[in-house]
């Protein structure tokens, strides 16, 4: 049991908001980009990957997002539909607008880096009319991304569905999710990662994450207890704070903390690792699982797909994870 | 008496955040622009009608802003010292910008409208680096114009404040000031109205501008009453709804209501109104007053004002307001 | 006799093209600008005053340019209507533009400037489908503000209106007329200047503004005679050097030589003194005058604008003007 | 022989100006691009490609532009270099700007689009200041791509290679490679492509580019004649105008016309195919022959470049070029 209370009567479990791009993972690994020859095409942007992870997992997902007008767009629309996710609220943006790229260079499973394309990009053109009341009314959950803060006007949709997701009682996830790239400055990034956080349930981020929202209000802080307990103030009834391969820690409202599991795994690369465990985690809460169980289930999660090339691709189902756990045992 | 508790130990009385401009003044009034040939400077901008009003009451005030490397930003600052409104956080921007300008065209006393120069405008090059927590720490309130909110990085620099202001108890005063010069869109507006006045203690506001802020959320409500009970499940202890000539009526969070005093006038101009009402208002409430009392001491300020040629230099005293309402009784 | 040869034929004498704004000028003279309280309006823009200037000098003159949809922008174009120059060809920009500001200071004779509101002008919203083809064929001279190149669209007008006028004959005038502001480089202005200057008939400039138009192409040139022969080879037949108070030189395809006369003034500010100068020098041309002549009738109409607080309203007549050089030998 | 004359004394051949970027070609063709899961990177972009073809040629090759400071910058100057052209006057662009992409797809041999990403592309920040005179006066021949006009800086810096060029007796070829993204509009297009052809020696582009460039000061005409005879009047000393599978035409100052020959060819798609014509015609000039031989050259190079899956890739030797049109006979 966990101390979040979703709305049983609802028919949608959760719906995501915010990026949805293109990875174009390098097919030759462990060496440079400037070598790659050719690369393979998967859906990504990390609400994406969450919602195909919570969809395999048999959750009802849906997306809030737009999707450029052109062939990678469609590509994105057409994944959506044949993962069960619905798309009836991703907007073709007409503006002219791409699709962001991401595309992946493996060096060594621990030498990870990405070529973003992200000028101009769809989904940050997502806009406050784009949120329909009534479609946030009927979900049990939203997530959104740190990223959809970035910039006008994805930003003002992120409020506009922060306000309706309180009015109509979804438990509201929020995954940092900071990139630095599309932010002017980090003080701009502090100021709308505070205002979003405090309408929201659970905020999931690494600690670094963390110490740049503190930045301006409580700065050189790395107690992530004091962290925490800020939120708990607002809105916040779980706060989650990455600490890398040292793990995660949790800390509830009630003052309970938490210490995640850790499981080994042949590491291809890094990629994905926090957007499989943020959907793993949100099932287990979803299921009204101890926090701590969650965890553990988010965990194996992420080692299940930093052992596979692709990210949305390799999101595990439910009886995949609990093979995995029960075969680390 | 009224609800609102300001740190009587502390020595700044008031602290006003926004635009400082220009006002240009046609000379040869009772015809259009067009025909006008010279004009008269005044310091012009909402939050420094309102400082200069609070300084001419008696109050100890400061400033937080941005102005133009030039001869007019240079006005600017001689003027504030002169009133005697301390001008050590009010920043002289180096960007290339320019003081926001405002010819006033005065066709009739009921025909006013205004000339807007507000591209690359100093005011809103305001920083968050400009604000100083120790500064706004020292003071017993804060007033933030919504003018301040139409554009980075001055919206992110007025929630920093905001936040300062909450974190050491200043009272918080929200002049919404809409204009739509500047802002993009409705949507937009709506969003950033609506997440700064969840952290003020007193909001004031024409009804179409609430109505503006419950575009999205409320839209078509024109209940004063529900407009008002919104903002007291945040920090909002009063709130001020002003009907144009059908004067005001203001809501406390302990449910009373208060209907403004209107005052004869032989009115010049409309210009100004609003910021010699808040000023007195504000000063009312600071020296403990009932609400209804403070809202006669707004109103009479703002007939004394209309009444004259220019905004800020024809802002009264204290003296003078309550002489003006011995007289009209 | 001069080398040009106007199309009698034609009816519209000559047509000016750029900058149409306003002046404000300080009413109180001799103290910096922060001290000044009030201004008086007239009519700016150096295209705009060498048109009034030959219009005053009886010339059937023309205009091309945009103005602001505004009161300022009404003004301009009832201004140019009075003074009898043809505002057919001046499109309202309804795009949100403003009039360009130039409030003078003018601290001393000597020590005059100019604080510019640029930002966002309706002047350089001028866009090539604003250039009428049948309207410049119709003309004799047409003249060309360097400014009216420093940003599109009206930097691409520009060269279709230069296109149309050599197509039709028209004896091409370019005042160089270089300010910084607007311009993002030196080098960007070098291009179009001289992208501009192969295209005309008289080329007039400052030495300084040669040495720009030189900064790439033969830096650190001063001669001003190879400064003016690099022209030759392209569509010029006459250069004007001006050096200040030390006066002009102009240089002709046929290898002549003139040095202006400079006459004595009671300077009251600098200001102007290029526009009247070249209006009256155009004129001079336009009448078949030699050279020099000519020359000595702009540094006439130069000293006497310099003498009185206008620009635009301060353009002498042909018979001011030779009864100020009757009275100053 | 033909009416070029090249400066043998000169060390380097060929230079090209302009856009080098990268081509994504999708691996399993005749399907639409959603549908294609892999793509294989090419160093793309039409100046990349005929200094490519020059170079396979054997013509002693360089390149002036800008790459992104990132993989696929160091990947296109790493690719220069094996392929012999000159890289050192190849800035790398520290803007954060990026590598322009072209995604190709292939639904069938005469069904082919591309789907670009062009926001804030590195070649595009080609600046002035990078256009070295020494270099270009060591060359014997200057190639200009029409879309580095297309912005500024890349535009002025465009026009400056131009003027040295004409100083040092480069011969100039203009190749209008027109597309229609980053152009504002069309009257902009065809000012800046006018104004650099009137400073080029040849000029090549197909019927639709030369109406682009008529647009205004020539509408409607489709005369080949007429247009190619324009230029004559400045600079221009041979006018190529393709008419697609028609066959090109080409005209000459002397008044001479020349008819392309066409060859069969197993179209696999139809990009490259001006890119690998412009090259070998180049090519031909540049040996001294007569207009049609070298036009037959280019046609045969590109049928050869249209039956392979790459472009800059398949560029031909001379050796493989005389094979192939001698098997064609």
């Not at 806009?127 to 979900?139: F, H, L, N, R, V």
């Not at 309180?166 to 003080?187: A, C, G």
């Not at 930093?306 to 691709?313: A, E, L, N, Q, W």
């Amino acid at each position: 049991m966990n101390n979040l209370s979703f709305e049983s009567q609802k028919t949608m479990d959760f719906i995501a908001l915010g990026r949805l791009a293109i990875d174009l993972n390098a097919n030759e690994i462990n060496k440079p980009m400037e070598e790659t020859m050719t690369f393979t095409k998967y859906l990504g942007g990390s609400p994406a990957n969450i919602a195909v992870g919570m969809s395999k997992l048999g959750m009802k997902t849906g997306f809030i997002g737009r999707v450029a007008d052109d062939q990678m767009g469609r590509f994105i629309a057409s994944y959506l539909d044949k993962t069960g996710i619905d798309s009836s609220n991703v907007v073709i943006d007409k503006s002219g607008s791409k699709t962001g790229l991401a595309f992946t260079e493996i060096k060594s499973p621990t030498d990870c880096s990405i070529l973003m394309y992200r000028d101009n990009v769809a989904d940050l053109k997502l806009e406050p009319k784009d949120i329909k009341e009534e479609y946030i009314k009927g979900a049990k959950a939203l997530l959104i991304s740190g990223t959809a803060l970035s910039k006008s006007p994805s930003r003002e949709a992120t409020f506009v569905a922060l306000d309706y997701a309180r009015k109509h009682n979804l438990v509201i996830f929020f995954d940092i999710d900071y990139r630095p790239y599309t932010w002017v400055s980090e003080e701009e990034t502090a100021v709308y990662y505070n205002l979003a956080a405090e309408k929201c349930d659970v905020i999931i981020g690494t600690r670094e994450e963390f110490d740049m929202m503190e930045a301006l209000t409580n700065p050189g802080n790395s107690d992530d207890y004091v962290t925490a307990n800020k939120w708990f103030d607002y809105n916040a009834k779980i706060v989650v704070i990455k600490h890398g391969k040292d793990g995660s820690i949790a800390y509830n409202k009630e003052g309970e903390t938490f210490k995640g599991t850790i499981f080994p795994a042949k590491v291809v690369k890094t990629f994905g690792a926090g957007d499989s465990y943020a959907s793993a985690f949100i099932y287990g809460l979803m299921q009204g699982w101890d926090i701590d169980k969650a965890m553990e289930f988010g965990s194996a999660s992420a080692s299940i797909v930093i052992s596979s090339h692709s990210c949305s691709d390799a999101m595990p189902t439910a009886e995949q994870i609990k093979l995995y756990i029960e075969k680390s045992r």
